[in-house]
């Protein structure tokens, strides 16, 4: 069993509970251990060593309320380094339990241990937990379940049932006239899925943690890095038929090596006449449902157009509406010379490298945030990422002819506390255009506009959506487009923004932004924990 078996069978995890199983008091405090460790794991008669967290695959499952304090102790018994982060958890001047290895911590090295500690503020749904170092997210990650503060009610029907799904091969049994809340994880390092079953329709509620405007579909879109909660409300009698539940991936890339396999689960009712609990009945028919093309990028757009924040007294869209620092990002490919004596598959012999505004990201020796809060920056990061293309060009059309090598630096954008941020990431073609996966750590983000080509600054700002637009962690930067997000600065610390792809040529896909303390001592970074691994 190889790696590629692990990208196709942590494709899509689906976290869940019975919600009569849970009871979270209200600003509690939640403890785990993980262990990290080498295990034997055995899949389609085939078994292999991997890194887990307390030997399971995927691993356990964090919950909590809005409002908990978590704290999770790491001991790292496997031979690598690690490092955990806590996806879309906001971290609100926690910044050393964020995880990202050379960003906010040094690595946890082998025999080491170190405690998270965060409290989640303000969020409530599904979130994932995943390493933050080299390959060992395609085994090392989880769930995290946020339910509502005790008392508050969700604000669509509540479920009748939560339920606990990973595909591989999984059955999912289910009564008739029930609703179920699945919450969708993607958790692959490189694919981005459509969802559907076969002969049910599902209703978006929440994305990253952020409750949206109610819609149904067939078929939903979830990238790298994503989470959607969704309401399955299976038929009033017993339909005398299983269904597949499918995942399988949108691309649009032009070449290279690409896993395009369809994971598939099994929706089986509990049939009322039998008294039998046997598995899997293959003598009923087996519905499967037709998913979109591989590059139906027309599905993907109209498909994001309805993810829409519910804007309520509640729980409102507070999107800044005046800007004081906007930012142009293109990403994309381009190349980097050739070892001497190597081969490589780039234009001309070179090898491929990506980069936002032409730099490509190199990882410090040092950890940012310490360089940053020790005030040592000096020799390990530059602020003076560029804020817009040094040399802009057609980035959609023709590529250019002239040298598409592209620089590699560790440099940073400084924002002041409370600084409002646009920023459009524009995709380029020089070297092909393909979709690709933008995350920010510390923040949410407002999506407020998004399209094809080439951005257009003076007419397409008048059409963003400033009103109910969605709120990410998250957002799929289109093929041959754009996509604006705004944010308020509001957390102290540095903070990691990156492609959630992990193919070779995507690392240089990343660079940081650096929020400075305000003025008021709740403004400002809490100090590091003693136990902060070091360097």
Known sequence: MGISYLLRSSILAVAALLLFSVNLAKGDIREYQFDVQTTNVTRLCSSKSIVTVNGQFPGPTVFAREGDLVVIRVNNHASYNMSIHWHGVRQLRSGWADGPAYITQCPIQPGGSYVYKFTITGQRGTLWWHAHISWLRATVYGPIVILPKTGVPYPFPAPDKEVPVVFDTFKLKVETGKTYMLRLINAALNDELFFSIAGHTLTVVDVDAVYVKPF?????????????????????????????????????????????TTVAGILEYEDPSSHSTAAFNKNLPLLKPTLPQINDTSFVS????????????????????????????????????????????????????????????????????????????????????????????????????????????????VLPYGTSVELVMQGTSILGAESHPFHLHGFNFFVVGQGFGNFDPVNDPAKYNLL??????????????????????????????????EVHVSWGLKMAWVVQDGSLPNQKILPPPSDLPKC
């Open 216 to 260: 149904t579909v067939d078929t939903l879109l979830i990238t790298p890095g994503q989470t959607t909660n969704v309401l399955l409300t299976t038929k009033p009698s017993y339909p005398g038929a299983t269904f597949y539940m499918l995942a399988a991936p949108y691309s649009t890339a032009m070449s290279g090596t690409f896993d395009n």
């Open 302 to 413: 109209n498909y994001t157009a309805k993810l829409r924040s519910l804007a309520t007294a509640e729980y409102p869209a507070n999107v800044p509406q005046q800007v004081d620092r906007r930012f142009f990002f293109t990403v994309g490919l381009g190349t980097h010379p050739c070892a001497v004596n190597g081969t490589c598959q780039g234009p001309n012999g070179s090898r491929f490298a990506a980069a936002v505004n032409n730099v490509s990201f190199v990882l410090p020796a040092t950890a940012l945030l310490q360089s940053h809060y020790t005030g040592r920056s000096n020799g390990v990061y530059a602020s003076n990422f560029p804020a817009m293309p040094l040399s802009p060009f057609n980035y959609t059309g023709t590529p250019p002819n002239n040298n598409t090598n592209v620089s590699n630096g560790t440099r940073l954008v």
């Open 468 to 501: 109910d637009p969605v709120e990410r962690n998250t957002v799929g930067v289109p093929a041959a487009g754009w996509v604006a997000i705004r944010f308020l600065a509001d957390n102290p610390g540095v903070w990691f923004m990156h492609c959630h792809l």
